[in-house]
């Protein structure tokens, strides 16, 4: 049995060299693919754990004076069995002068297959602060998000201001809360009618350093109109970097009173990072 078995894997190496590149090419067929999905997994986790580290909570002293910012651009295309396209865009912008800080994000996400549309979502977000002094500033904001899917249209958009006050303001506890009016407009998919309204904004943003590696976070944001109320919590518990390891555990929550079914979701999350030389 010892001799057919070694017989045996040597015929299989024998016939796997004479292969050569044939099999290596199979065997490597989607590596880069794998890769890719790879690299996308890395990066929800580190914005997962980026999450975590508000870097207004201190004011308006630690951004870097000027222009600044990131553009992401991703395209992909599929002949053969289907004709496929998709691009997927991502912009990030901060202006900061003086009292002022602007920050501007753009994301669009957009897919066709066989001449059908797949994909066509996109969404904007804008944050002024001016600052009067370290713990009070003066917010604007707006944000837009709006499906272009055949069937699906629908737009939500919201702008609002107000003041903002930081409560605590230490390198290890930090607390802000800010809120004030606004105008929602929304486009419903379903009956294609439209609302223009005001309505309300309220967030809160805390910070506690429970050691130099490990702080907590709660982060909370409510928009209220007549449409109906939307809200997000996120609580978090983040574990910095310790001999290689940072990792978070998060419960976010998610309300939306117009949700035909449910109207809470929560989500639980734990995000991972281990590195080592």
Do not use: C
Not at 14 to 40: K, M
Not at 221 to 237: K, M, P, R, W
């Amino acid at each position: 049995m010892k001799t057919l078995t070694t017989t045996v894997a040597a015929s299989a190496m024998a016939l796997a060299l004479a292969a050569g590149p044939v099999a290596a090419q199979q065997q490597l067929v989607g590596v880069q693919a794998l890769e890719d999905r790879l690299t996308d997994i890395e990066s929800d986790v580190r914005d997962d754990q980026a999450r975590g580290r508000d870097a207004a909570r201190h004011g308006n002293q630690q951004f870097t004076p000027g222009l600044s910012g990131s553009l992401a651009l991703s395209f992909s295309a599929n002949r053969g069995n289907s004709d496929a396209r998709e691009t997927s865009i991502a912009s990030r912008f901060n202006y900061n002068v003086g009292q002022w800080t602007h920050s501007f994000g753009l994301g669009l996400e957009l897919g066709r297959s066989d001449g059908e549309r797949t994909k066509g979502k996109g969404f904007a977000v804008y944050d002024a602060n001016y600052y009067l002094s370290d713990d009070f500033y003066i917010f604007g904001l707006g944000r837009v998000e709006a499906d272009r899917m055949p069937g699906n249209r629908s737009v939500d958009a919201f702008v609002g201001f107000g003041p903002g006050y930081r409560i605590i303001n230490t390198p290890d506890v930090a607390w802000r809360v800010q809120a004030g009016p606004g105008i929602r407009y929304n486009r419903n998919q379903e009956t294609s009618e439209s609302t223009t309204e005001l309505g309300a904004i309220a967030s809160s943003r805390f910070f506690y350093g429970l050691s130099d590696n490990v702080f907590l976070t709660n982060n909370t944001d409510v928009i209220h109109s007549d449409v109906g109320t939307i809200a997000e919590n996120d609580l978090g518990v983040s574990v910095g970097d310790l001999d290689g390891l940072s990792t978070r555990f998060s419960v976010r929550t998610n309300y939306n009173e117009a949700n035909p079914g449910k109207s809470v979701d929560h989500v639980f999350g734990v995000s991972l990072v281990y590195a080592f030389r």
